[in-house]
């Protein structure tokens, strides 16, 4: 089983509820801290959840980077690996991660099974969850709330902190999920920033 297998059987067995409801994004490679780190799936609705792939082919060496990444932005995250990583990944994932096993049935399938459920990750960072946001996004909020123009031509970094300041966290996640639902074209604008 590879990356993309797991990910295909994961969405349509374990996501699909999520995949039809209107106010539930699922978004693939979704980018972390301006794309230093992708999370395999992100699911964001009343919160942020990212579930991180490791597949029987797949190394461990970035697991640490993708972690502190995966923690900044999302409430629970849940780490889906092959059989190979099934008894031995709870040393390498905070205890709050969720753990999937994905194992090949007899008739190809993927099947999916939960050995630890995920808890509310108490380690997100609000720059982090700004990040999110693409710079006209930042800018279109901040001057709904009065920002004076000359601060509005500030670098993006300067940007996320008076957006940080400005809103709650509750706030923020709001205001990235309303920015994600209206996007179009992700990944040709992603790719250009």
Known sequence: MNDSEIRQSFHRKELRRQHIRDDTLVIDELGLNHGKCRADIAVVNGSFVGYEIKSNKDSLRRLDEQIKSYNSVFDKVSIIVGNRYGNSIRKYVPKYWGII???KG???TVNFETIHKADINENTNPISIARLLWRDEVIEILQKNDIPIK???KPRTELYEYLVDLL?????KQAVRSCFKSRR????RESSS
């Open 101 to 103: 096993v994905s194992t």
């Open 106 to 108: 007899l008739r190809g």
């Open 151 to 153: 601060l509005l031509r």
């Open 168 to 172: 709650s966290v509750c706030e923020l």
């Open 185 to 188: 074209n992700w990944r040709c």
